[in-house]
Nanobody, 121 residues
């Protein structure tokens, strides 16, 4: 199985920064796309940012210019640098990874446990 371990959440003031990390561990052959999602009570989980194995990135419009997604394929880790944070960014942030295993063509999505990011004065 594959585990995604998240860290880096916390409480910051508006305008502050957080850096989220998510490391994949377990038995797998290759990690394809990785991404970050977030969810607040009463709303659907929404995509924040993605990064492909080749480094191509996408961002939700509200975070463009403020958030940066990156990955370290040696460490099997994806990061989300969040700057200029706003109260509207308050959410539980979830890491996602698309993974294949040796001898298996099917790709499977795995999710982290979620880490709380709170932006408040």
């Amino acid at each position: 199985q594959v585990q995604l371990e998240e860290s880096g959440g916390g409480l910051v003031q508006p305008g502050g920064s957080l850096r989220l990390s998510c490391r994949a561990s377990g038995i797998f052959f290759r990690i394809y796309d990785m991404g970050w999602y977030r969810q607040v009570p009463g709303k659907q989980r929404e995509l924040v940012a993605t990064i492909s194995g080749g480094g191509t990135t996408t961002y939700e419009d509200s975070v463009k210019g403020r958030f940066t997604i990156s990955r370290d394929n040696v460490k099997n880790t994806v990061y989300l640098q969040m700057n200029s944070l706003k109260p509207a960014d308050t959410a539980v942030y979830y890491c996602n990874a698309e993974v294949s295993r040796v001898g298996v063509s099917m790709r499977t999505d795995y999710w982290g446990q979620g880490t709380q990011g709170t932006v408040s004065s």
